[in-house]
């Protein structure tokens, strides 16, 4: 059940405490259906097939199928076949490794029959972790949006959002959004133009449903309306979430992120992008140094609707689910230790 009206956490124990419990958000936002994740198979799986999905969701999820492996067997062997898998679930959420490198760093050195314990309370904290980050995100970001919209304080202030980098994507509040709802909940006007964000439709199907839940107004865009409304006027700020910013500053994002930051810049909308330190990767030089992510062209010619879904042509298709926005199209990121100009 989704408590009405309030972000929450996408990820828990389950109640014996040796699984997880996630929203298969492939359901949303017809079907609020909570699964439980039981080895790190099943994470592998939740993670591949997008039952769960963001940078930071996609981290914490592996941190507890990791722990599920050592549950069942604490050896080296299972410990090392456990990390191999979860790491090639995905390849560009640098989250991920993130993750999976701080839960090896804690168990690593334990005796197997201290492993499973560590390494659920391990995911615990990063966890727990996520959400501090994303709250101080969202203050943050809360300032900044108050001094955005002093300019403009007749009026409500319009923010484009790509993809969902909500509580859905993250343990909770969310990066992008986490803005966007403290800016509500103080009493700052705001509305939120929803890139649909083909193909999978997170802004639709996700951001939409968040927004709607926490009684944010917003309106549902096909993504090539987004630098048309832009030259009108229409939007006083991108913020979007990332998965991966690289050590000069370029992001990697959702696939159609790069094109509204090229229209941002083009009509001076200032480019945010919300992230979290373990999204910051300095170990990756640039953009062109992150794995990109091809995923199957089925998921371009069919649409998923409620009921099922249907498909919209015959012919191949290609499917590359990110893109690398440069650092120089970026005016600010919006991060836990502050809105800086470089990470
Ligand atoms: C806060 S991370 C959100 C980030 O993850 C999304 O990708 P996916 O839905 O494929 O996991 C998208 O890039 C979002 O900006």
């Known amino acids: 059940m989704i408590l009405e009206g309030h972000h929450q956490r996408s990820i828990t124990r389950t109640q014996d405490g040796r699984g997880a419990r996630i929203l298969d958000q492939r359901e949303l936002p017809w079907k609020v259906k909570w699964v439980e994740l039981r080895s790190a198979h099943d994470a592998e799986v939740a993670i591949r097939e997008m039952w769960t999905r963001g940078a930071p969701m996609i981290g914490a999820t592996a941190a507890y199928g990791l722990a599920m492996a050592l549950a069942m067997d604490a050896s080296d062997e299972t410990l090392d076949a456990a990390y191999t898998l979860l790491l090639a679930s995905r390849p560009t959420a640098v989250n991920l490794r993130w993750a999976l490198d701080r839960m090896m760093e804690t168990v690593r050195p334990l005796p197997a029959s201290e ?13 727990d972790e996520d959400v501090a980050l994303n709250k101080a995100i969202g203050e943050h970001g809360l ?53 649909e964000t083909r193909p999978r439709n997170q802004g639709a199907l996700l951001t939409a449903f968040e927004l709607s839940g926490h009684g944010v107004p917003h309106t549902v865009i096909v993504d090539n309306a987004g630098g048309h409304l832009m030259m009108n006027g229409q939007v006083d700020a991108v913020i979007v979430g990332t998965d991966r910013v690289t050590a000069n500053g370029d992001v990697c994002n959702k696939i159609g ?74 005016t600010a990121y919006i991060t836990e230790r502050g809105v800086l100009d470089r990470v």
């Open 257 to 330: 992120t790069y094109l509204k930051a090229l229209a941002a810049f083009d009509n001076d909308v200032p480019f945010y992008v919300a992230l979290p330190s373990p999204t910051f990767d300095p170990d990756t030089p640039t953009g062109r140094d992150i794995p990109i992510e091809e995923r199957h062209g089925d998921e371009v010619i069919h649409v998923a609707g409620e009921g099922g879904t249907i498909r919209v042509t015959g012919s191949s298709a290609a499917n590359p689910a990110f893109d690398v926005t440069p650092a120089r199209l970026v």
């Open 143 to 195: 300032a900044l949006l108050r001094d955005l919209h002093a300019k403009h304080p007749d009026r409500p202030l319009n923010i484009l959002t790509h993809c969902n980098a909500g509580w859905l994507a993250t343990v909770d509040y969310g990066t992008a959004t986490a803005p966007i709802y403290l800016a509500h909940d103080a009493g700052i006007p705001v509305h939120v133009w929803v890139d």
């Open 115 to 127: 492993r499973a314990e560590a390494a659920f309370a391990r995911a615990d904290a990063i966890c």
